[in-house]
């Protein structure tokens, strides 16, 4: 059995998860500060690829990213390299389509940290800095850690998206849900089947996580993380 | 040590207008919950900005809308003490109070002499590793007031500290931070909307309501003679009736219907007069004919309270249909005892002789 798909996946996974923990985050943080009618349409547009089909999200990032469009064309010139299918163009698909998971997940955990906390740090002359690392980070922290592994998940199962931007090429971009795809298609049952019990062990022990964090939350008498990410 | 105050702030549902001038010493901030106390002292740190108006500490300017000066509160160094006391829950008492000393002490040794030396003054040896979650609510004051003496604060600002706790301990908070505040060399605002507090705590007072400040006076002063009817209700008088001038030294208690005198001078323009339930003394029928400030009353209710009597009476001269419907109704109190030997000697529960002291008699605009 060839284990390129599972490398793949994993690492599309953790690295759009990386990118999306610190985006959502910052993201939920500054909205939330935003004027409302602002915040509501941000909210709105960052919110989108949690609810559009994953073929949509597909289609658009082609249009941003594919070799003739201003983007894709641009990078190409510069950089001499393709933005879509290579193995890295399913973390633009992942990422797109996780960012809303955390940046909602995040969002709640802020609304609920108390304000007066970080009040009560300004007035001891903490720096702004300090008071975000230290205080509301730590305080906030398990719904955050929730928020990053429900996008971990996302990112690792995503499909739609990164088939249309990413292709199956077999050793390249092949990834765990496009092989179970390919293989299916090409009546290779059997081995369909291996991925398909790599898949739900890996996503088992996710939601395990996740329901872990959950626990520890509930004990401490905080909010509790939503799985759908919404408040 | 002297702060100055005059700042507005338009709130939608009503508008922060306060001014005043504490000068060092502990000066309350009296007023109704919702009436922008805790806004003034957010405002005062830096937490809020006001629409307009000035902030001056020991001539230091914090805010000066003209100026555009607003002070970030990190520069202000005053301290706050939360209604929540607000300790930061993921750290130790140890890390929450050398929070405190990061601003401004980077030598780590000093630091950690400076902690002890304040957790033995706090009394929280032993609790340097405890989370604020597994504190009990006076340790969590303690905790929060440590915090706020190690960051030598100029001002003190605290925002009812003891809303937060039970009775009892209260009481005994109240009398360690008594202790503290005296040997706090700044001035200490003390917001509270309990009037035993700020009379126990504080030199001076302000009343506030609705937003608006009144002049800051002595304590004593507002206890002994409120001038306005607000000022009253909040000093806990309970008894008032409307009133006009009926000649020198009296006036007509138009809601209970009767001439009463007064001692001393009445503000121009009053309108109300006010008696403390505690001030109004039963008298003996037989006694009562001719004596001054004296009326017969119809008792409603008698109600026994922890540790006294509250008896509600209606004048029976009380006639007028514009009257209040508050001000219809007379509440005495004293003690079960008084009471009781006075039911001995008078046996006629349906009515009751009440008398008030001409200097009792406060009136008021």
Same mark, same amino acid.
């Not at chain 1, 960052?46 to 082609?62: I, S």
């Not at chain 2, 009144?214 to 206890?223: C, D, E, R």
């Given at each position: 059995?060839?284990?390129?798909?599972?490398?793949?996946?994993?690492?599309?996974? #953790?690295?759009?998860?990386?990118?999306?923990?610190?985006? !959502?985050?910052?993201?939920?943080?500054?909205?939330?500060?935003?004027?409302?009618?602002?915040?509501?349409?941000?909210?709105?547009?960052?919110?989108?690829?949690?609810? #559009?089909?994953?073929?949509?999200?597909?289609?658009?990032?082609?249009?941003?990213?594919?070799?003739?469009?201003?983007?894709?064309?641009?990078?190409?010139?510069?950089?001499?390299?393709?933005?879509?299918?290579?193995?890295?163009?399913?973390?633009?698909?992942?990422?797109?389509?996780?960012?809303?998971?955390?940046?909602?997940?995040?969002?709640?955990?802020?609304?609920?940290?108390?304000?007066?906390?970080?009040?009560? !740090?300004?007035?001891?002359?903490?720096?702004?800095?300090?008071?975000?690392?230290?205080?509301?980070?730590?305080?906030?922290?398990? !719904?955050?850690?929730?928020?990053?592994?429900?996008?971990?998940?996302?990112?690792?199962?995503?499909?739609?998206?990164?088939?249309?931007?990413?292709?199956?090429?077999? !050793?390249?971009?092949?990834?765990?849900?496009?092989?179970?795809?390919?293989?299916?298609?090409?009546?290779?049952?059997? #081995?369909?089947?291996?991925?398909?019990?790599?898949?739900?062990?890996?996503?088992?022990?996710?939601?395990?996580?996740?329901?872990?964090?959950?626990?520890?939350?509930?004990?401490?008498?905080?909010?509790?993380?939503?799985?759908?990410?919404?408040? | 040590?002297?702060?100055?105050?005059?700042?507005?702030?338009?709130?939608?549902?009503?508008?922060?207008?306060?001014?005043?001038?504490?000068?060092?010493?502990?000066?309350?901030?009296?007023?109704?919950?919702?009436? %922008?106390?805790?806004?003034?002292?957010?405002?005062?740190?830096?937490?809020?900005?006001?629409?307009?108006?000035?902030?001056?500490?020991?001539?230091?300017?914090? +805010?000066?809308?003209?100026?555009?000066?607003?002070?970030?509160?990190?520069?202000?160094?005053?301290?706050?003490?939360?209604?929540?006391?607000?300790?930061?829950?993921?750290?130790?008492?140890?890390?929450?109070?050398?929070?405190?000393?990061?601003?401004?002490?980077?030598?780590?040794?000093?630091?950690?002499?400076?902690?002890?030396?304040?957790?033995?003054?706090?009394?929280?040896?032993?609790?340097?590793?405890?989370?604020?979650? =597994?504190?009990?609510?006076?340790?969590?004051?303690?905790?929060?007031?440590?915090?706020? +003496?190690?960051?030598?604060?100029?001002?003190?600002?605290?925002?009812?500290?003891?809303?937060?706790?039970?009775?009892?301990?209260?009481?005994?908070?109240?009398?360690?931070?008594?202790?503290?505040?005296?040997?706090?060399?700044?001035?200490?605002?003390?917001?509270?909307?309990?009037?035993?507090?700020?009379?126990?705590?504080?030199?001076?007072?302000?009343?506030?309501? =609705?937003?608006?400040?009144?002049?800051?006076?002595?304590?004593?002063?507002?206890?002994?003679?409120?001038?306005?009817?607000?000022?009253?209700?909040?000093?806990?008088?309970?008894?008032?009736?409307?009133?006009?001038?009926? %000649?020198?030294?009296?006036?007509?208690?138009?809601?209970?219907?009767?001439?009463?005198?007064?001692?001393?001078?009445?503000?121009?323009?009053?309108?109300?007069?006010?008696?403390?339930?505690?001030?109004?003394?039963?008298?003996?029928?037989?006694?009562?004919?001719?004596?001054?400030?004296?009326?017969?009353?119809?008792?409603?209710?008698?109600?026994?309270?922890?540790?006294?009597?509250?008896?509600?009476?209606?004048?029976?001269?009380?006639?007028?249909?514009?009257?209040?419907?508050?001000?219809?109704?007379?509440?005495?109190?004293?003690?079960?005892?008084?009471?009781?030997?006075?039911?001995?000697?008078?046996?006629?529960?349906?009515?009751?002789?009440?008398?008030?002291?001409?200097?009792?008699?406060?009136?008021?605009?």
């Amino acid at each position: 059995m060839d284990w390129y798909p599972l490398y793949n996946s994993l690492r599309i996974a #953790l690295i759009s998860s990386v990118i999306v923990f610190f985006t !959502g985050i910052f993201a939920a943080y500054y909205i939330a500060k935003l004027h409302p009618v602002v915040k509501g349409i941000l909210d709105v547009v960052l919110t989108l690829p949690l609810v #559009l089909p994953p073929t949509v999200v597909g289609y658009f990032l082609l249009v941003v990213l594919g070799p003739r469009r201003p983007v894709g064309a641009w990078v190409l010139e510069v950089f001499h390299t393709r933005l879509v299918m290579t193995w890295y163009s399913g973390i633009f698909a992942a990422a797109v389509v996780a960012f809303p998971l955390m940046y909602r997940t995040a969002r709640g955990a802020f609304e609920s940290f108390d304000e007066t906390l970080a009040y009560s !740090g300004q007035t001891l002359g903490l720096s702004n800095t300090y008071i975000f690392w230290k205080i509301r980070m730590p305080a906030c922290r398990q !719904g955050i850690m929730a928020g990053a592994v429900l996008a971990f998940a996302r990112a690792l199962g995503e499909y739609g998206a990164t088939s249309m931007i990413a292709g199956y090429t077999p !050793g390249k971009t092949a990834t765990i849900s496009t092989t179970v795809y390919q293989l299916w298609r090409t009546d290779n049952d059997a #081995l369909a089947f291996r991925w398909v019990v790599v898949n739900v062990v890996i996503s088992a022990i996710v939601l395990l996580i996740v329901n872990l964090l959950e626990k520890r939350e509930r004990a401490s008498g905080k909010s509790v993380v939503h799985l759908s990410g919404r408040n | 040590m002297s702060l100055y105050v005059d700042i507005k702030k338009d709130l939608g549902s009503f508008v922060l207008e306060t001014k005043f001038e504490a000068d060092g010493g502990v000066t309350g901030i009296l007023g109704a919950s919702g009436c %922008g106390k805790s806004m003034t002292l957010r405002c005062i740190a830096g937490i809020l900005k006001p629409d307009e108006g000035r902030i001056e500490l020991d001539g230091r300017v914090f +805010f000066d809308s003209e100026k555009k000066i607003n002070l970030k509160p990190q520069q202000r160094h005053v301290g706050l003490l939360f209604q929540n006391y607000a300790l930061f829950p993921t750290m130790t008492v140890w890390q929450n109070l050398m929070a405190a000393l990061l601003p401004y002490e980077k030598d780590k040794t000093r630091a950690a002499s400076a902690i002890r030396l304040v957790m033995e003054k706090f009394a929280l040896d032993g609790l340097e590793k405890r989370k604020p979650g =597994q504190l009990s609510g006076g340790q969590q004051q303690r905790v929060a007031l440590a915090r706020i +003496f190690l960051s030598k604060p100029q001002v003190l600002l605290l925002d009812e500290p003891f809303s937060a706790l039970d009775d009892f301990l209260k009481w005994k908070l109240e009398l360690e931070l008594a202790g503290l505040l005296e040997e706090f060399p700044g001035s200490t605002l003390f917001v509270s909307h309990s009037r035993e507090e700020i009379y126990r705590l504080c030199d001076r007072v302000c009343v506030m309501e =609705q937003g608006s400040s009144s002049p800051v006076i002595p304590v004593k002063q507002l206890f002994e003679a409120p001038v306005s009817r607000a000022a009253a209700v909040l000093s806990g008088c309970k008894n008032y009736s409307r009133a006009r001038p009926a %000649g020198e030294n009296r006036v007509y208690a138009s809601d209970w219907g009767v001439t009463l005198e007064y001692q001393g001078e009445a503000p121009r323009d009053f309108k109300y007069i006010g008696v403390r339930s505690h001030y109004i003394y039963p008298v003996l029928s037989k006694e009562a004919k001719g004596k001054k400030n004296t009326f017969c009353c119809e008792i409603i209710r008698v109600i026994e309270d922890v540790f006294s009597i509250v008896i509600i009476l209606k004048p029976k001269g009380a006639a007028d249909p514009e009257a209040e419907a508050g001000n219809r109704q007379i509440r005495a109190e004293m003690t079960k005892d008084a009471w009781r030997e006075f039911c001995r000697c008078e046996k006629n529960p349906g009515e009751l002789w009440i008398f008030m002291e001409s200097r009792d008699i406060m009136v008021l605009t």
